[in-house]
């Protein structure tokens, strides 16, 4: 069925932790809520049903503010954009809206508990929506963050760039170059229908979780942890973290048939697909090759890398993606292209140059 698709809009914060959430009001049938506690040897094993392609933003995005709401610290912004099967095994398509922290981690891992999670909430796109089978117009992507004791640890690039200790600063922030290195090596991740955490707790969210956590200091967690955790005057030093909720009959999938990688990347891809729209094309990596080879799988066939940057198709495309991003978004190399240079995500690449580095080249060769 078609979905009616509506933006969320900012939550009017007239709820709080002080009774740990037995006072909210639950929208829905109550029996699909969130957060759960996820049994990885009882999530049933779906690598070939199940796939996330997440693309970071990997150009600046510019006056970004990371705002203390009382309840969480959030941000919105379009800072990603998410490709995945839902339960059922349809795939649909989702923008970024906002993301937000919790401390301590919502979700437990064998009744274990991280010290903080960060959700990055997406809807899903027009498109998506008009051939939805679900009501679920919602998609959650969740990171856990697990303290490093180690005194030597650098601090997260991430959590540093968002400057927790002046909120509400005007910011500039590159999803792709703060987040990559942390979940560009990431596979594993578990699926489950689910609802939102905060009230109303509508169960129209469908939930993807990194397994493994991602490191952060002592010094940064403590910029979660004095609001709320280990703050008495907030729900008695409780954290901003909702109670775990009964599974009920859902089930919980696992897969490691996911990919990160730059939204710029995505844009090449599809490009690729319009020059070639019979083959199949993919981009292979091999941390002994050169990076950028381009290869057909189909017929065996080999595709230039100078042919396609010549290609009318890519020259327009290439001119259209500056105009709706701005020209610094291909002006030259973006983080994504240093660091994979349009490889496929599941292994990181080293920082050599590819043929097809910058978009500025391909419409300069207009004029």
């Known amino acids: 069925m078609g979905n009616q698709l509506q933006t969320p809009q900012p939550a009017v914060l007239d709820f709080n932790y002080k009774?740990?959430?037995?006072?909210?009001?639950?929208?829905?049938?109550?029996?699909?809520?969130?957060?759960?506690?996820?049994?990885?040897?009882?999530?049933?094993?779906?690598?070939?049903?199940?796939?996330?392609?997440?693309?970071?933003?990997?150009?600046?995005?510019?006056?970004?503010?990371?705002?203390?709401?009382?309840?969480?610290?959030?941000?919105?912004?379009?800072?990603?954009?998410?490709?995945?099967?839902?339960?059922?095994?349809?795939?649909?398509?989702?923008?970024?809206?906002?993301?937000?922290?919790?401390?301590?981690?919502?979700?437990?891992?064998?009744?274990?508990?991280?010290?903080?999670?960060?959700?990055?909430?997406?809807?899903?796109?027009?498109?998506?929506?008009?051939?939805?089978?679900?009501?679920?117009?919602?998609?959650?992507?969740?990171?856990?963050?697990?303290?490093?004791?180690?005194?030597?640890?650098?601090?997260?690039?991430?959590i540093d760039a968002l400057k927790l200790d002046r909120c509400g600063a005007d910011l500039d922030i590159n999803m792709y170059e703060l987040l990559s290195q942390d979940l560009v090596d990431m596979t594993s991740f578990f699926a489950y229908k689910g609802g939102l955490t905060t009230p109303p707790c509508s169960e129209t969210v469908n939930w993807y979780l990194f397994e493994r956590p991602v490191k952060i200091t002592q010094a940064q967690l403590n910029h979660f942890n004095l609001r709320w955790k280990d703050n008495m005057n907030f729900a008695c030093g409780q954290g901003n973290n909702r109670p775990i909720q009964a599974l009920n009959h859902r089930v919980v999938l696992k897969s490691n048939n996911c990919c990160v990688m730059g939204k710029s990347q995505e844009y090449m891809r599809e490009m690729m697909a319009e020059v070639q729209p019979r083959e199949e094309l993919s981009l292979t990596l091999n941390r002994e090759m050169m990076i950028g080879e381009l290869s057909v799988k189909s017929h065996h066939t080999r595709v230039d890398t100078q042919s396609f940057i010549d290609s009318p198709t890519f020259k327009k495309k290439a001119s259209s993606y500056n105009e709706q991003n701005g020209e610094k978004s291909f002006a030259g190399e973006t983080p994504s292209m240093k660091k994979s240079a349009y490889a496929t995500p599941y292994s990181r690449s080293s920082s050599t140059k590819s043929p097809i580095t910058t978009f500025a080249n391909v419409v300069e060769s207009q004029n």
């Open 19 to 158: 009774q740990q959430t037995q006072d909210w009001i639950v929208e829905g049938s109550g029996t699909e809520q969130t957060p759960i506690n996820i049994v990885p040897s009882c999530a049933h094993n779906s690598n070939q049903n199940m796939k996330m392609e997440f693309f970071l933003t990997d150009h600046t995005l510019n006056n970004i503010k990371v705002n203390d709401t009382g309840v969480a610290l959030t941000a919105f912004g379009p800072f990603s954009k998410l490709r995945a099967t839902d339960v059922d095994g349809d795939v649909y398509e989702f923008e970024a809206l906002q993301f937000h922290f919790h401390a301590p981690a919502e979700h437990t891992i064998n009744e274990g508990r991280y010290e903080l999670e960060l959700h990055i909430v997406h809807k899903m796109t027009e498109e998506s929506a008009k051939r939805a089978k679900t009501n679920r117009n919602l998609a959650v992507v969740a990171v856990f963050f697990e303290l490093d004791k180690d005194p030597k640890t650098a601090p997260n690039a991430f």
